[in-house]
């Protein structure tokens, strides 16, 4: 059985004025940060191409980091500005000014509706992201996001690419979110993710009686006429899930859901593909529902719940420095487990 209680724990993750000043109108952009590097390099890099050697030897940044660094002329080779494609020979002497700055949109900044840090070590924070709050600022949407706030939280953010954000959840999703703090840390994720070896489970309402759990395997891509939404497309890429019964109401079902790959929005389109809509669901819910012989109560419920009825409630993965296997576990937010409570007080009644 489902626990239907908000979480009372963790760090309200609201960035603070210092003491007898006002917050600034507009927040400030962050400012770069700079780390040199010093190689040399060896017989075995002898003969690559010099991009190819740093992303080699530089594990830590991306091969795109480094090439835009060559391109500034923020490496050096031997004192002279290279080429990216340029060969390197051993014994070279190689500095890297490595500039980290936040994308020049992207300002600190407070969130537009307050989280959760449910864990922080010096590699990574777990978050918990309440519905309401965008993840990345992008059209229309410039602050108030989650990468605005871990900014201003943790400027040092800045050095990592998308302020450690390595996975994203949709703006009215509630739940677990892991951010890396470093490079280092950032690398390793996303390779784990690359990897299938993040554990992620999803607690969705679907509209519909399941019989029992199975697996989407279809693929996802962008809906041909409606670029905004995602469809299941014969060219689209890869995508699998895996689901199970968590529980049966009425006209319902409560669903665990494991994601194996993480294409945008596969949950919500693979449950629509097999007929169970999650409940609340804008884009690919299509209309409202109202279950037969509902409720008053029941109904009321259902209008009023305005959003996607899907929380990621369960987030596995190894520390990226230590390997040290980790869970996190957050409870189901208010409007959604009162949602439940109400299904079941009708199920319990019938």
């Known amino acids: 059985m489902v626990g239907f209680a908000e979480a009372k724990t963790g760090i309200i993750a609201k960035p603070m004025s210092p003491p007898g000043k006002k917050a600034k109108a507009k927040p400030a952009i962050c400012s770069p940060a700079v780390e040199r590097h010093e190689l040399t390099f060896a017989a075995d890099d002898a003969g690559e191409r010099l991009d190819v050697v740093l992303a080699r030897r530089l594990p830590q940044y991306s091969r795109a980091r480094l090439q835009r660094w060559i391109d500034e002329g923020r490496v050096l080779v031997d004192g002279v500005v290279p080429a990216r494609r340029v060969l390197v020979r051993a014994a070279q002497q190689v500095r890297i000014d490595a500039v980290f700055i936040a994308d020049e949109r992207v300002q600190a900044g407070k ?125 689209g890429r890869e995508a699998v899930t895996h689901y199970r019964i968590e529980r049966r109401f009425r006209a319902h079902t409560l669903a665990r859901v494991q994601l194996e790959t993480g294409r945008t929005h596969q949950i919500r389109v693979h449950l629509t593909h097999a007929g169970y809509p999650i409940v609340g669901d804008p884009v690919y819910g299509g209309r409202k529902r109202a279950p037969a012989a509902g409720s008053p109560a029941v109904l009321a419920a259902l209008a009023a719940f305005q959003r996607q009825a899907l929380h990621a409630t369960r987030l596995e993965f190894a520390h990226p420095v230590s390997g040290r296997p980790l869970v996190f576990e957050a409870p189901l937010p208010k409007d959604f487990a009162a949602l439940l409570e109400v299904l079941a007080a009708e199920a319990g009644a019938a």
């Open 111 to 235: 969130p537009a509706v307050p989280f959760r840090v449910l864990h922080r070590d010096a590699a990574i924070y777990v978050i918990n992201k309440p519905p309401g709050l965008v993840v990345h600022p992008g059209a229309g949407v410039a602050s108030g996001t989650l990468q605005n706030a871990l900014l201003a939280l943790d400027p040092q953010l800045a050095k990592v690419p998308r302020a450690g954000i390595v996975h994203r959840l949709d703006k009215d999703t509630s739940g677990l979110l892991v951010v890396a703090r470093t490079p280092v840390a950032h690398a390793a994720l996303v390779r784990a993710l690359a990897a299938r070896e993040v554990g992620r489970e999803y607690l969705a309402l679907c509209h519909g009686l399941m019989t029992g759990g199975g697996t989407i395997a279809e693929p996802i891509g962008r809906h041909r006429t409606q670029r905004t939404r995602m469809a299941v497309r014969a060219d």
